[in-house]
């Protein structure tokens, strides 16, 4: 909390000293603070005082500001429509392709191509070059910005390629190895170019059993690849193995995230990213997936219709419909989110991946049904008096559950089967099922037992 309310002090400061056009020492405050400080003041500028600031920057500094943006989260079209094609061509030359052609993808498509032509004609070519790319691929996440070398130079001679590129590679931790056509051999990493000697051949030295991509290899994939080789970068090529950029933790990190508020908004039938306050738009956004529930829930309650001639013979069944149906939807959520999660992670190797999670979660759920189910039978028995009650409820609760658990595995896997995401399964959707076999469940296995209800 303190260190919030000093960044605030500091951005009342450093805008008095914009306004009073304390040109030297807001320059000298302003670039002492670091890049993500300087990126909240800017998104903290109204747009007379972005004018000044502008004035104030050069465009590689403004360049290391728009680095950090995540296209997704902030809406650059008003900073592009404050500033020249020229100076706004100038600050994108200085952004990683990578992010350059995320930002760009963005705009209208006559302001992109407005300022890719007033961009140097080789970063232009790069970013055009990414922006081919199908979105959530490693072709339209990677970055052209990275270190290779050649097998047949030397440690010493590698190096001196390495300081020359450093500055505009986006990592060195990782050197890639080619041949004379620009084909990926292997890699060395920074550490093993330290410790070696100057006179060594890289050719000695690198490693050839590398991990690397196909250019249109889904993201999700992707970020399965860091996540079990622990890697910082990962080298993407073409179908000629040529090497044509890398892909990097940063940008799997926002991968990972968009994936995971994907998912949940999947689970929960809603939109997590979107923030907006505004009601209207968020009722109307929420509004098509509650009507088609509701059309859904009509099947519950016209299940509950038709066994009302034995609800009104034995009106204690109607004590634990929403019992039953509340913990067989909780069961069937949990069972989903689990199923979701196996496919995003499953091994691709395993051609029987999916039978065993079925499996895996019917026994879940005949385990969790049978200890749920006595545990209301001994609630029901002692409470009511009524041993039969207690059976006939326990079972409903068993029989409720499993089936719950099985469908919260399957509808997972059948989307997927379909090409669509596992995620859309929703939590709500799952619940709603739930409750429409959990009723045609309970009054069935009721109804047999109904003489001893009277």
Same mark, same amino acid.
């Given at each position: 909390m303190?260190?919030?309310i000093n960044f605030e002090k500091n951005f009342v400061q450093l805008k008095e000293l914009l306004k009073n056009n304390n040109i030297n020492?807001?320059?000298?405050?302003?670039?002492?603070?670091?890049?993500?400080?300087?990126?909240?003041?800017?998104?903290?500028?109204?747009?007379?005082?972005?004018?000044?600031?502008?004035?104030?920057?050069?465009?590689?500094?403004?360049?290391?500001?728009?680095?950090?943006?995540?296209?997704?989260?902030?809406?650059?079209?008003?900073?592009?429509?404050?500033?020249?094609?020229?100076?706004?061509?100038?600050?994108?030359?200085?952004?990683?392709? $990578?992010?350059?052609? $995320?930002?760009?993808?963005?705009?209208?498509?006559?302001?992109?191509?407005? +300022?890719?032509?007033?961009?140097?004609?080789?970063?232009?070519?790069?970013?055009?070059?990414?922006?081919h790319y199908d979105d959530e691929t490693a072709g339209a996440i990677m970055t052209t910005e990275f270190v290779s070398i050649v097998a047949n130079q030397t440690v010493r001679s590698a190096m001196t390629v390495l300081k020359a590129q450093a500055e505009e590679a986006e990592t060195i931790y990782y050197v890639y190895v080619i041949d004379s056509q620009n084909r990926l051999l292997g890699v060395i990493s920074l550490r093993a170019l330290i410790t070696s000697h100057d006179d060594t051949l890289i050719g000695d030295?690198?490693?050839?059993?590398?991990?690397?991509?196909?250019?249109?290899? $889904?993201?999700e994939?992707?970020?399965?690849?860091?996540?079990?080789?622990?890697?910082?970068?990962?080298?993407?090529?073409?179908?000629?193995?040529?090497?044509?950029?890398?892909?990097?933790?940063?940008?799997?990190?926002?991968v990972i995230d968009d994936e995971a508020a994907s998912d949940y908004s999947g689970l929960a039938g809603v939109d997590t990213e979107d923030v907006s306050q505004n009601p209207w738009q968020a009722a109307s956004k929420r509004l098509p997936w509650l009507i088609a529930l509701l059309f859904l829930g009509m099947g519950t309650a016209s299940l509950i219709n038709h066994f009302d001639?034995?609800?009104?013979?034995?009106?204690?069944?109607?004590?634990?419909?929403?019992?039953?149906?509340?913990?067989?939807?909780?069961?069937?959520?949990?069972?989903?989110?689990?199923?979701?999660?196996?496919?995003?992670?499953?091994?691709?190797?395993?051609?029987?991946?999916?039978?065993?999670?079925?499996?895996?979660?019917?026994?879940?759920?005949?385990?969790?049904?049978?200890?749920?189910?006595?545990?209301?039978? +001994?609630?029901?028995? +002692?409470?009511?008096?009524?041993?039969?009650?207690?059976?006939?409820?326990?079972?409903?609760?068993?029989?409720?559950?499993?089936?719950?658990?099985?469908?919260?595995?399957?509808i997972p896997i059948l989307m997927e089967k379909l090409g669509f995401d596992p995620a859309v399964a929703s939590g709500p959707f799952i619940s709603t099922m739930s409750d429409l076999t959990s009723v045609f469940i309970y009054f069935n296995i009721a109804s047999l037992f109904m003489h001893y209800f009277n």
């Open positions: 303190n260190e919030e020492e807001f320059r000298e405050s302003f670039l002492n603070h670091h890049l993500y400080d300087q990126s909240r003041f800017f998104l903290s500028l109204e747009p007379e005082e972005r004018l000044e600031f502008y004035s104030l920057m050069s465009p590689k500094e403004i360049a290391d500001i728009f680095d950090l943006f995540d296209s997704d989260d902030i809406d650059i079209n008003p900073f592009v429509d404050e500033m020249s094609k020229e100076y706004l061509g100038e600050i994108f030359d200085s952004i990683y392709s $990578d992010n350059a052609a $995320d930002l760009l993808a963005n705009l209208e498509p006559e302001t992109m191509k407005e +300022i890719l032509d007033s961009m140097d004609a080789e970063e232009s070519t790069e970013v055009k070059r990414i922006l030295i690198y490693n050839d059993h590398i991990i690397k991509l196909d250019v249109n290899e $889904d993201q994939k992707i970020a399965q690849y860091f996540r079990d080789y622990d890697l910082l970068a990962i080298p993407v090529v073409d179908t000629d193995n040529k090497l044509i950029g890398i892909v990097t933790v940063d940008d799997i990190i926002d001639s034995l609800v009104s013979k034995a009106s204690i069944l109607a004590v634990f419909i929403s019992l039953i149906t509340g913990t067989a939807g909780n069961a069937g959520t949990q069972s989903l989110a689990v199923a979701v999660r196996r496919l995003a992670i499953r091994d691709e190797e395993k051609k029987n991946s999916l039978m065993t999670m079925i499996l895996s979660e019917l026994i879940t759920g005949l385990i969790t049904g049978l200890v749920t189910g006595i545990t209301i039978f +001994i609630v029901v028995s +002692i409470w009511k008096h009524n041993m039969m009650l207690g059976i006939a409820v326990g079972t409903a609760m068993f029989c409720a559950i499993t089936v719950a658990n099985l469908a919260g595995s399957l």
